[in-house]
């Protein structure tokens, strides 16, 4: 005859105080590792503001090597700076999801599948002896499985890319996954984004570009090989934040000293 310690009651209020303790453990672990964690994430996306602007170093500390960048926030409808609200405390990934925020994007619009557009974007500016001297932008767009978010540097010239690069996606490891390769990251440097009538003149290739072809040396960058859907992506959002309705403005106004 069995025991009461062998009991289905018993047994059930064993499992019932082992996933209870479990359950605190974890959930004490979760909450005490959060503000680890978020500064991890503030980190990883400075590095690759960094990493874009050709400034990172891996043996010196990120905060450190930040310093020489100043966050600004622009207000997109207007092209100009905002100076309304806290650059610190902004928080432009849930502005992008908020109505109250954000404005929803028509499907004409929308060519980089990112549904709705935020009122105010952080800018981030390395400014030497008081002049720009590389401006990076944030850049976000959906690809194959994933959206991609990333930045996109530009010289002082406003139109030469210095740098771009992602920092958060889930594309596939070996093809899409391949715009992290930093070869192929190394095809943006030097390519332009404007042509001469201020129309974007940068492109990702289906294939290789060019190189003797003067408008894909200046413009085209290579495909990524059996990832055409992530391709056409990148693309896409590369246009979409370069174009009229996100970051052009501002660029406009930034070069005519009105920003």
Not at 17 to 28: A, D, E, P, T
Not at 152 to 164: F, I, M, P, S
Not at 189 to 203: A, L, Q, S
Request: proline content about 2%; glycine content about 8%; hydrophobic content about 40%.
């Amino acid at each position: 005859m069995s025991s009461k310690k062998d009991s289905i009651s018993n047994t059930i209020r064993i499992a019932f105080l082992v996933c209870l303790v479990c359950s605190i453990v974890v959930s004490y672990a979760a909450i005490s590792l959060k503000p680890l964690q978020q500064l991890n994430k503030t980190l990883e996306v400075k590095k690759n503001i960094l990493a874009a602007a050709g400034l990172y170093d891996a043996s010196k500390s990120i905060e450190d090597q930040f310093g020489v960048i100043s966050t600004k926030l622009v207000d997109l409808r207007t092209g100009t700076y905002a100076t309304d609200l806290d650059v610190a405390t902004y928080d432009q990934r849930k502005a992008s999801k908020d109505p109250k925020r954000s404005d929803k994007l028509d499907a004409d619009t929308d060519i980089a599948s990112i549904k709705r557009l935020e009122n105010y974007a952080k800018v981030y500016e390395v400014i030497e002896n008081g002049e720009l001297k590389t401006l990076i932008l944030p850049i976000r767009g959906y690809a194959l499985w994933s959206t991609l978010w990333g930045f996109v540097a530009l010289e002082a010239d406003l139109n030469t890319v210095v740098g771009l690069g992602f920092y958060e996606h889930a594309e596939t490891p070996g093809l899409g996954g391949e715009i992290d390769n930093p070869k192929w990251k190394a095809l943006w440097i030097g390519k332009e984004i404007y042509d001469g009538n201020g129309d974007i003149g940068v492109y990702v290739k289906k294939g290789q570009a060019n190189n003797d072809i003067e408008s894909e040396k200046r413009f085209a960058v290579d495909g990524l090989s059996g990832a055409t859907l992530t391709s056409r992506g990148v693309d896409n959002l590369v246009r979409f934040w370069m174009g009229d309705n996100a970051f052009a403005p501002f660029i406009k106004h930034l070069k005519a000293g009105e920003a």
